[in-house]
């Protein structure tokens, strides 16, 4: 399909119905489908927004392009959950179809205030010419699910931006509303996080400048900003573009990454931090626009987009794109962040069964010759030992999912040049992380279909990543060249 922005640009009521069932059978069908994860009905998913705890459910929305694999007319769709596991599809939340909103009803979040859940997000609006004007949107979702706009802007863009401004993510402190967002600065064109505060959630919105956490230069866009705190810590978390490579290492076209925080002054938009530098949120290759919470729980949850702005995949071929991360609960070890999957994602488990490291096998182990598309693994291998487990593997461990360990060196490397469809190789083949040297090392490792999420050392690090590969491919192998000790459970996963 040629997609002219015309064609991008439709309004949704001019799509056919048959169109968009095709499509949801042609994404239901898809050998690569999720099927324990959020993805989308038809076309193309990108950030998770509004992401909140309203009338005794968890609720999500997620970005969309429902007609195809492409970027093009945003809406939200919404999904509940009763314990941040199993989702059911609300179907679409908020189109594309007022004046302030007109070409896109772009990322924002939610907030559950007295009986309704507040949301806010930016309207995308392009005028004759072409040109895009941001507007700062307000809605209302009552417990029926039904939403009402607000119809006229919360506020518009300061005069000190450029129109790329978006993302808002609602706060409250102290009897007061805050907002921050993702912005680029009209005189320096650099990114930016702006900060602004309202008595009323619906009016009179006071811009406080910007959140002042850095002074190295954080590129030319900074999208999807979010902060949250954990035991009284702020933490920043954002999508600068562009960022430069000095400042911070990341492999991905465009990296999520965070700040731990000591302090964050709502008046004056400081935050103060001794990091150095910003550090990846994940290490994998494909998350981006990660949403974190306050939870009302009194935890921090995390989810993120699985796919990364400007970059197409596999699946482009079969009109559909993307996924949600499953949950992530956040919290802080001596002063590292961690995230770890939710305790009530085990009820997915069933046909458990323990491995252990067989005596006096050297070289090839295979630790499952028929595993499923959906699988837990558990694994934890001594110190002191090095080896490659396969995942997605065929019989000869040739073409697989490479997940290479060094315990005695402590470097953990995942490689995915021989896994299926070579895709986005330009931003490299494998990613690389420095785990401490003489340790055992702790793998808590999910697989649904075309997507790895790898845990390690109890969430120290997230690697998250797609794969497309022949479903027969379905051999867990351990290869070394001594023998190695390791234990560990494995389990098939349920649908959610
Ligand atoms: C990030 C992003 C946001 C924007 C949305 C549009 O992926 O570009 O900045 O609001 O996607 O879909």
Same mark, same amino acid.
């Given at each position: 399909?040629?997609?002219?922005?015309?064609?991008?640009?439709?309004?949704?009521?001019?799509?056919?119905?048959?169109?968009?069932?095709?499509?949801?059978?042609?994404?239901?069908?898809?050998?690569?489908?999720?099927?324990?994860?959020?993805?989308?009905?038809?076309?193309?998913?990108?950030?998770?927004?509004?992401?909140?705890?309203?009338?005794?459910?968890?609720?999500?929305?997620?970005?969309?392009?429902?007609?195809?694999?492409?970027?093009?007319?945003?809406?939200?769709?919404?999904?509940?959950?009763?314990?941040?596991? @199993?989702?059911? &599809?609300?179907? #679409?939340?908020?189109?594309? /179809?007022?004046? +302030?909103?007109?070409? *896109? %009803?772009?990322?924002?979040?939610?907030?559950?205030?007295?009986?309704?859940?507040?949301?806010?997000?930016?309207?995308?609006?392009?005028?004759?010419?072409?040109?895009?004007?941001?507007?700062?949107?307000?809605?209302?979702?009552?417990?029926?699910?039904?939403?009402?706009?607000?119809?006229?802007?919360?506020?518009?863009?300061?005069?000190?931006?450029?129109? @790329?401004?978006? &993302?808002?993510? #609602?706060?409250?402190?102290? /009897?007061?509303? +805050?907002?921050?967002? *993702? %912005?680029?600065?009209?005189?320096?064109?650099?990114?930016?996080?702006?900060?602004?505060?309202?008595?009323?959630?619906?009016?009179?919105?006071?811009?406080?400048?910007?959140?002042?956490?850095?002074?190295?230069?954080?590129?030319?866009?900074?999208?999807?900003?979010?902060?949250?705190?954990?035991?009284?810590?702020?933490?920043?978390?954002?999508?600068?573009?562009?960022?430069?490579?000095?400042?911070?290492?990341?492999?991905?076209?465009?990296?999520?990454?965070?700040?731990?925080?000591?302090?964050?002054?709502?008046?004056?938009?400081?935050?103060?931090?001794?990091?150095?530098?910003?550090?990846?949120?994940?290490?994998?290759?494909?998350?981006?626009?990660?949403?974190?919470?306050?939870?009302?729980?009194?935890?921090?949850?995390?989810?993120?987009?699985?796919?990364?702005?400007?970059?197409?995949?596999?699946?482009?071929?079969?009109?559909?794109?993307?996924?949600?991360?499953?949950?992530?609960?956040?919290?802080?070890?001596?002063?590292?962040?961690?995230?770890?999957?939710?305790?009530?994602?085990?009820?997915?488990?069933?046909?458990?069964?323990?491995?252990?490291?067989?005596?006096?096998?050297?070289?090839?182990?295979?630790?499952?010759?028929?595993?499923?598309?959906?699988?837990?693994?558990?694994?934890?291998?001594?110190?002191?030992?090095?080896?490659?487990?396969?995942?997605?593997?065929?019989?000869?461990?040739?073409?697989?999912?490479?997940?290479?360990?060094?315990?005695?060196?402590?470097?953990?490397?995942?490689?995915?040049?021989?896994?299926?469809?070579?895709?986005?190789?330009?931003?490299?083949?494998?990613?690389?992380?420095?785990?401490?040297?003489?340790?055992?090392?702790?793998?808590?490792?999910?697989?649904?279909?075309?997507?790895?999420?790898?845990?390690?050392?109890?969430?120290?690090?997230?690697?998250?990543?797609?794969?497309?590969?022949?479903?027969?491919?379905?051999?867990?192998?351990?290869?070394?060249?001594?023998?190695?000790?390791?234990?560990?459970?494995?389990?098939?996963?349920?649908?959610?």
């Amino acid at each position: 399909m040629n997609w002219s922005t015309e064609k991008r640009y439709l309004k949704y009521n001019q799509w056919d119905a048959e169109t968009l069932l095709k499509l949801q059978k042609q994404a239901d069908l898809s050998k690569y489908q999720l099927h324990y994860h959020i993805r989308p009905s038809s076309g193309l998913l990108n950030d998770p927004n509004g992401f909140s705890y309203f009338d005794n459910q968890w609720h999500v929305f997620y970005q969309q392009f429902p007609f195809g694999a492409v970027h093009g007319l945003k809406s939200w769709h919404h999904m509940k959950s009763s314990d941040l596991v @199993h989702w059911s &599809d609300q179907g #679409i939340a908020i189109l594309p /179809d007022s004046k +302030y909103d007109s070409h *896109g %009803a772009y990322s924002g979040s939610a907030m559950a205030i007295d009986d309704n859940l507040f949301l806010m997000y930016t309207g995308n609006v392009r005028d004759k010419n072409w040109i895009r004007h941001s507007y700062q949107n307000g809605a209302w979702m009552d417990k029926d699910g039904k939403i009402t706009k607000i119809p006229q802007p919360l506020f518009n863009a300061p005069k000190h931006v450029t129109e @790329h401004f978006r &993302d808002p993510q #609602i706060l409250r402190f102290r /009897d007061k509303y +805050y907002a921050i967002l *993702g %912005a680029q600065d009209k005189d320096t064109k650099k990114g930016k996080i702006s900060l602004f505060t309202a008595d009323d959630i619906t009016s009179q919105w006071k811009d406080l400048g910007y959140i002042d956490f850095t002074s190295d230069d954080m590129g030319y866009m900074i999208e999807c900003p979010n902060l949250v705190f954990i035991d009284d810590q702020p933490i920043l978390i954002f999508c600068p573009q562009g960022l430069s490579h000095n400042v911070s290492e990341y492999q991905n076209i465009y990296p999520n990454m965070y700040f731990i925080g000591e302090k964050f002054h709502f008046d004056s938009g400081k935050f103060t931090t001794t990091q150095k530098k910003p550090l990846n949120l994940d290490d994998g290759f494909d998350v981006y626009a990660s949403q974190a919470i306050n939870a009302p729980d009194g935890k921090v949850y995390l989810i993120s987009w699985v796919g990364l702005p400007d970059v197409s995949y596999p699946s482009d071929h079969e009109n559909w794109a993307n996924c949600l991360s499953q949950v992530k609960q956040l919290s802080l070890k001596n002063g590292h962040l961690i995230q770890r999957p939710v305790n009530t994602i085990t009820k997915l488990r069933k046909d458990g069964h323990s491995i252990h490291s067989e005596k006096n096998i050297n070289g090839h182990q295979i630790i499952h010759k028929h595993a499923s598309q959906q699988y837990e693994l558990k694994l934890t291998i001594s110190a002191n030992q090095n080896g490659t487990l396969h995942l997605v593997s065929d019989k000869t461990s040739t073409n697989s999912l490479q997940l290479k360990f060094d315990t005695q060196k402590g470097t953990f490397e995942v490689d995915r040049a021989n896994c299926g469809i070579s895709f986005n190789q330009k931003y490299g083949t494998s990613r690389c992380i420095e785990l401490p040297k003489n340790q055992s090392l702790d793998l808590d490792i999910f697989i649904d279909h075309s997507l790895a999420e790898i845990f390690i050392n109890n969430g120290e690090h997230v690697m998250t990543l797609r794969y497309f590969t022949d479903s027969k491919n379905n051999q867990i192998i351990l290869e070394a060249d001594q023998k190695l000790n390791y234990y560990g459970t494995y389990w098939n996963l349920a649908d959610m």
